[in-house]
C-alpha cells in the first residue's frame, strides 16, 4: 500500500494560482494511476484529475477542464496539480488518491481510488 501526503494549499484570490503536490511512499510510484479529487463543505467528495503510470494519458472533470493540470514526476514519486484561474466554487479540501494499475484508460478507473492523503485545504477568496 502507498502512503500519500499532499502539499500546497492554501488561501489565494480569485485568478490566482497554487501548485498541489502530493508525495507518495514506496518504491512502487510507477505503477499506480493517480487522481485528485475534492471535497466542499456540505458537498460529496468529486473527482477532479487523473493520470496514468506513465503519463500517458490524463482525464479531467469538465469544471477544472482548461485551467487545471495534472503532472508526475516517477523519479520524485510524486504528482502535482497546478491549479490556475481560481474560482471561489474551487474552495474544497484537495485529496490525493492511488491505484496500483498500469491501465491507461482512466475513467473507469476513478471508483477504485484505493489510497488516499489527509487533504490539503484550498481557499479561494473572491
Known amino acids: 500500500q502507498v502512503h500519500l501526503a499532499e502539499s500546497g494549499g492554501g488561501l489565494v484570490q480569485a485568478g490566482g494560482s497554487l501548485r498541489l503536490s502530493c508525495a507518495a511512499s514506496?518504491?512502487?510510484?510507477?505503477?499506480?494511476?493517480m487522481g485528485w479529487f475534492r471535497q466542499a463543505p456540505g458537498k460529496e467528495r468529486e473527482f477532479v484529475a487523473a493520470i496514468s503510470w506513465n503519463s500517458g494519458s490524463t482525464y479531467y472533470a469538465d469544471s477544472v477542464k482548461g485551467r487545471f493540470t495534472i503532472s508526475r514526476d516517477n523519479a520524485k514519486n510524486t504528482v502535482y496539480l497546478q491549479m490556475n484561474s481560481l474560482k471561489p466554487e474551487d474552495t474544497a479540501v484537495y485529496y490525493c488518491a492511488a491505484e496500483r494499475t498500469r491501465a491507461t484508460e482512466l475513467l473507469p478507473l476513478l471508483p477504485d481510488f484505493g489510497s488516499w492523503g489527509q487533504g490539503t485545504q484550498v481557499t479561494v477568496s473572491s
Open positions: 514506496g518504491r512502487t510510484f510507477s505503477s499506480y494511476a
